[in-house]
């Protein structure tokens, strides 16, 4: 397929996105997601796509990245490189911030305000048919994309929103939501529902025009660490990332429905800062043929605090017949261990713990305690907070940010330090 200039060339795979341009071509499509890996031309192509949808379709469109500061920087120089080779200098005004052409624009801006997880004013983004968000996968979740998502609503133009993205672990929300829920592995060229998929790699592009030194390193790369090969050069999906300290494949799942255990109790920890989660898991711990078995079986992780899930926690407290809670009583943990032990039923005891010590050495001392006697609930996926806690285990990194994602293999590696005492002579 080729572009207004000659030099242009763009694979077929992208073909079916410039036929979204005709809003009665499949006219239920809403939605893209561009997958693939390095040198895939992914977001070359839509910078071409969103100039020829502005000036011959008069689409307005707004142009994003999570990160605000990035955006002029990385996003809009890829736009502005097409405007000459499509023969567009003499109709279009290029600004910092905007394309325009015959008063439709090309928008530029961040997702993110700045250093806050605050999003942007999005009230004043009226008028655009096409978001375009450029390295989606730094979006952190379903509810932010949302938020953009829902500004997007002409009533004459087609709706679109284009993903463009280098995929990363399975537990990202976009796989979660886009793939894993319509039956996809990643890596299909289809249509599912409102969903365009549009996969691919250096393999499509014209090696001829690629520097050969990168060619080079991809066939090394393939030799050499077949993993990193699928993942960064072809765009496929990881299964667990590198550097975790409880890998997904090294946790345990399994029902315990029929089992009577031999005590229940529940650990918590509050969420004392912006981001932090409320975390709390409900374990039963069994005796089975000679081994002892700590079983998560239910759990709250929750970013909201323990004022709005007191209930919750009262009512879980029941259900699983928890003798025992015990709760960290640091910072605001204090007035909620008082908010519960007013309310507990009778045989029920809140025990009230002061850590002295930082939750990574807390974790760094418990983990493995955690992965050979932990074992999760295998129904966790039906519950969206425990998916959620899940996740956070599995994704905490040995060395790395895991900002807003250490609270919940914490509260286990609390639990741990508890159970390591309480049950020591069928331990060891």
Known sequence: MTQTNSEIEISGKFKPLFRLLNKDFNPEIDTVIMTGGRYSLKSSTVSIFSLLAMVQYRWNVLYTRYTNMSI?????????????????????????????????????KGIKTGSSVQTANLKSLSGFNCFIVDEAEEIPDFETFKKVFYSIRSETKRNLTILILNPTIREHWIFREFFEKKGLEGGENCVKDN????????????????????LADYRRLQVESP?????????????EPEGVLI??????????????????FAVGDPADTGG????????????????????????????????????????????WRCSDLF???????????????????????????????????????????????????????????????ISDVANYQKDGDNKNRKDAIDVLCSAANILKIKFKNLLY
């Open 327 to 389: 709760y960290e009583s640091n910072g605001v943990g204090l007035a909620a261990v008082l908010l519960i032990k007013n309310r507990m039923n009778a045989g029920q005891k809140i025990h009230a713990f002061n850590s002295t010590i930082n939750k990574e050495v807390r974790i760094f001392s418990h983990f493995e305690f955690v992965q050979k006697f932990f074992v999760f609930d295998a129904d966790f996926e039906s519950n969206p907070e425990y998916k959620a806690f």
């Open 227 to 239: 993993v990193q090969y699928d993942n960064i050069v072809l765009g496929g999906w990881i299964q």
């Open 276 to 319: 932090d989660k409320f975390s709390m898991p409900f374990i039963h711990v069994f005796e089975i043929d000679g081994r002892i078995v700590f079983h998560v079986k239910d759990v709250i992780h929750s970013t909201k605090g323990i004022e709005v899930n007191t209930e919750r926690v009262l009512d879980k407290l029941h259900k």
């Open 72 to 108: 002029t920087d990385s996003v809009k120089p890829e736009v502005s490189d097409k405007i000459e080779a499509l023969g567009y200098n003499d109709i279009i005004t290029d600004t910092q911030n905007h394309i325009e052409c015959n008063g439709n624009r090309i928008a530029f």
């Open 195 to 214: 969903v365009m998929y549009i996969h691919t790699s250096y393999l499509d592009a014209d090696h001829k025009r690629m520097p050969k030194n990168i």
């Open 247 to 264: 890998p997904r494949s090294k946790m345990k799942f399994e029902k315990m429905q029929d089992i009577e255990p031999i005590y229940s």
